[in-house]
């Protein structure tokens, strides 16, 4: 063997013995690698997410392709309230080549959340459509799309997005779009752009005929520019579409007759909701102040003492008797009354409304829940 052969064979040995080495390091690596992944897995099912977060770092450090073992450092980043260094590795992600359409999807989802809890909601939403555009027969990514723009305040496009999603004209899914042109109409309100905001809550009726909020804005509004007629008007068409919301009305009704002082029309309509259902109190003390208005007190007395024929424990009753009676004279009854009202007081608790949904409570009726973000899950 020449000696030129013998170079050529040694070079060649000592070639494979590298090529040999680098492809064990890489095996090892890649066995070292997926070890710490699951290792990182079970730390996430028992909650120890420091430790996980510890075996995941180095487990892309030692397989740079692990796509999940990424998304979860990120979620992980996210939760924490680090924001931008989660966006930062799931935007990484994205633009990485020969990605699958379900790691497509899983990075778009990750993505979504870091803008949503950011608060960025206007980026949340570019990210939503794309993985509308992705995963465009899921009806999963429709309502995550969905409930960007309703995080967003996007009531036109939420509009559109929930109108194809729920094809059905049921009246639940009515009431829902109704209150999205009370939202879309409460902000031109606020930009005071007060007719366009009227429209918005006139569209809101068309679609739900006993939607409160729209005519309780569409109301204020009118008040806004000294309309108290209009204003009345609408208070007028909420509590005869919707008497059992009716008292959510009644002071705004007393506030708009104090400017105009007609009592006789409303005194008409409170006389007829109370025939009609004689248990109504909300009602029968709107009927009260009014007659209170207009001087006739022993009238409202009347209403409140019978009233009390009806529930002796009636703490609204007794209240407006001790407001009424001195007035007339009478003041050891209201002082009687007085004596049982601080009694009762004590012993009953206050009333509130609540989210049947998730119940959070609030002392105001809402039309969407801040808590769970529900819509129209409000009871007394």
Known sequence: MTTETMIILAVAIVA?????????????????ATLEYT??????????????????????????????????IGDILRERGFYDRAIKIHRGLLIRPHLTVAQRIDILKSLIADYKDAKRFDRAQVFADQLSETARNERWAQELR???QEAAGDWDHA??????LYKSKDAENKKILALYKVEAGRELADQGKEHDARLKFRDAIKLDPACPPAYLYLSDSY???????????????FISNAPDKAYLAFQRIRDVLFHIGNFGEVESIFQKLLKKDSKNDPVRFALADIYERKGELQRAIDLCQDCLEKDVTSIHAKRYLVKF???????????????????????????????????????EPLWRCPNCLEWDTFVD
Not at 54 to 61: F, H, Q
Not at 223 to 237: Q, S
């Open 16 to 32: 494979a013995l590298l090529i040999a080495l680098i492809v064990f390091r890489r095996r090892g690596r890649k066995i070292d």
């Open 39 to 72: 290792t990182a897995l079970n730390y996430l099912i028992s909650g120890d997410k420091d430790a996980a977060l510890e075996k995941l770092r180095i487990a892309v450090k030692n397989d740079t392709h692990n796509i999940d073992a990424y998304l979860k």
């Open 146 to 148: 969905l409930k960007i």
């Open 159 to 164: 509009f559109e997005t929930r109108k194809a």
């Open 223 to 237: 008040v806004r520019e000294n309309r108290y007629n209009d204003a009345l008007n609408e208070l007028k068409r």
């Open 325 to 363: 009676l001195p007035r007339i004279g009478k003041q050891d009854e209201a002082l009687k009354y007085a004596n049982e009202l601080i009694d009762d007081l004590f012993a009953q608790k206050e009333k509130y409304f609540a989210c049947k949904n998730c119940g959070h409570v609030s002392e």
